[in-house]
């Protein structure tokens, strides 16, 4: 838990997290206001004590608020129990922490932490801006949205009233990225030589085993392949079982590296020629501002399919290419990636669609909506 610096008042408290595409776009947010010239210590972070924030969040620079308690299951179970008594102990630490800080204004990011401080400064009478990742909201940021002054949403149509479109926050170091500059510089630090066409497959921090099962399907038909590498981060969930490649590779032809987790994925955006991975908010949005190609699995059941449609504002623009969960094999991945890798030219017409629905300014228009909505209280 973070201290509060006595000669700073809060400006503005950002709650939620518990994974990355919740928390990062937050982080963004945070940074662009240091940017607008507010105080780092102005800025202070609600969170999950079982969130990755405990540790990012310090590690940017901020100070850090972590509840207590978990989510609330979308079924009937007993440790639904439990997780109510720890949102109600966690409501009555948000009341107490909005009365104490008073900051100006709430940024509500989604995710368990979320509910309580969106609780919290209804009754404090704080303004709350919400901001959502998907092109379908999620539902501690609709029932938010009721209250908020302005929602700021990362596409046209989400359903949530007074929404203004900003596009989704991304990081800066993804922001930094310039494919055609960064190419042979990224290439060399991942060890991938400049002749391959790379494929990354990047499914989360766990990892998803129906990708990976497919990619791994997959490599019977490429094996020969003297011209492609592909990067596999399988995650934490599947990397003792799959670590190891599924068959022996010719050492003239497929490069087929594993990892458990990717730590620079600015590296990965600079040096890929295209991506498999889930369709969750932060990974369209950052396809979107390196313009990179995409092979996109939504998560099957996710809270009202909202990764469908995140992938359909991709390929809609003839961006990436959508593959439903259920049809996901082996045979799929190479049937439609292999036109790809005989037609580099579609590669880079897909590439350039992306980069057509960027919006690198994202983080910095829910800044200014932050301090507008700041000011007219």
């Known amino acids: 838990m973070g201290r509060r610096s006595e000669e700073t008042p809060t400006f503005a408290l950002i709650a939620g997290g518990g994974t990355a595409g919740h928390l990062l776009p937050g982080l963004a947010v945070a940074r662009a206001l240091v940017a607008a010239g507010k105080p780092s210590s102005s800025i202070h972070f609600v969170g999950s004590e079982r969130g990755l924030e405990t540790t990012v969040v310090p590690d940017a620079g901020f100070t850090l608020t972590a509840l207590p308690g978990r989510g609330i299951q979308r079924r009937l179970t007993l440790e639904n129990i439990s997780a109510i008594i720890g949102l109600l102990r966690a409501v009555f630490a ?18 368990y932490a979320s509910v309580s401080c969106a609780v ?21 940021n609709r029932l938010a949205g009721r209250f908020a002054k302005v929602c700021a949403v990362a596409f046209p149509g989400t359903d949530l009233p007074r929404s203004v479109v900003t596009g989704n926050p991304v990081r800066a170091e993804v922001l930094a990225v310039d494919r055609q500059r960064d ?39 490429w094996a020969d392949r003297g011209d492609l590498a592909i990067r596999h981060v399988i995650g934490r969930r599947d990397w003792e079982i799959m670590k190891d490649p599924p068959i022996a590779l010719p050492s003239d032809g497929l490069l087929y590296e594993t990892i458990e987790y990717e730590q620079r994925m600015d590296l990965v ?17 950052e396809l979107a501002e390196v313009g990179l190609p995409g092979v996109l699995v939504p998560l099957p ?10 992938a359909r504002a991709l390929v809609g623009a003839g961006a990436a290419i959508r593959i439903p969960n259920a049809e996901l094999d082996g045979a799929r991945l190479v049937r439609e990636i292999q036109p790809l890798l005989d037609n580099p030219a579609t590669l880079d017409a897909m590439a350039q669609a992306a980069g057509r629905l960027a919006r690198p300014d994202a983080a910095a228009r829910v800044a200014e909506l932050l301090q507008q909505e700041s000011l007219d209280e």
């Open 94 to 111: 948000s009341i107490r922490l909005v009365r104490r800080r008073r900051p100006r204004v709430v940024l509500i990011v989604g995710g």
């Open 301 to 310: 059941g996710a809270p009202r399919d909202h990764q469908s449609a995140n």
């Open 183 to 221: 190419r042979a510089s990224a290439r060399s630090a991942l060890g991938i030589p400049v002749d391959r066409t790379l494929i990354a497959v990047v499914a989360g921090s766990l990892g998803a085993r129906s990708v990976n099962g497919a990619v791994r399907e997959a490599l019977a038909s």
């Open 269 to 285: 955006y600079a040096a890929a020629d295209l991506l498999i991975g889930r369709a969750g908010g932060t990974t369209v949005a």
């Open 120 to 140: 919290a400064a209804i009754i404090w009478r704080v303004p709350i801006v919400v901001a959502e990742q998907n092109a379908v909201a999620g539902a501690v």
